[in-house]
């Protein structure tokens, strides 16, 4: 089964960036959609961003957009998340997923999402 894990997460003042990234195991990386979601303190878990298989479209949340950029290297197996301009509002723990449904484009729902990392903490400081 596929192993997903982030890093690249930390501590950085408002106005800042930050690149995460996520390992996937395994050999069939390129068939997946692949989504990022956060979850702050006392929220539920919210999508951030997602990006197609072929890397063609990417998709993102309001609060993100303009902000944030959702990237893959497939022969890296490798998604990534660069995130500038951020704000106190974007601190959470950021997950990457993995979306095994190719019918269509990437979802924005949790529970439709087959696999999943630990997780990786962003703080953004005023």
């Known amino acids: 089964q596929v192993q997903l894990v982030e890093s690249g997460g930390g501590l950085v003042q408002a106005g800042g960036s930050l690149r995460l990234s996520c390992i996937a195991s395994?050999?069939?990386?390129?068939?997946?959609?692949m989504g990022w979601f956060r979850q702050a303190p006392g929220k539920e878990r919210e999508f951030v961003a997602a990006?197609?298989?072929?890397?063609?479209?990417?998709y993102y949340s309001d609060s993100v957009k303009g902000r944030f950029t959702i990237s893959r290297d497939n022969a890296k197996n490798t998604v990534y998340l660069e995130m500038n301009s951020l704000k106190p509002e974007d601190t959470a723990v950021y997950y990457c997923?993995?979306?095994?449904?190719?019918?269509?484009?990437?979802?924005?729902?949790?529970?439709?999402?087959?696999?999943w990392g630990q997780g990786t903490q962003v703080t953004v400081s005023s």
């Open positions: 990006i197609r298989r072929s890397s063609s479209n990417t």
């Open positions: 395994g050999r069939t990386f390129s068939s997946y959609h």
């Open positions: 997923a993995a979306d095994m449904d190719m019918s269509r484009i990437p979802a924005r729902v949790p529970s439709l999402y087959d696999y």
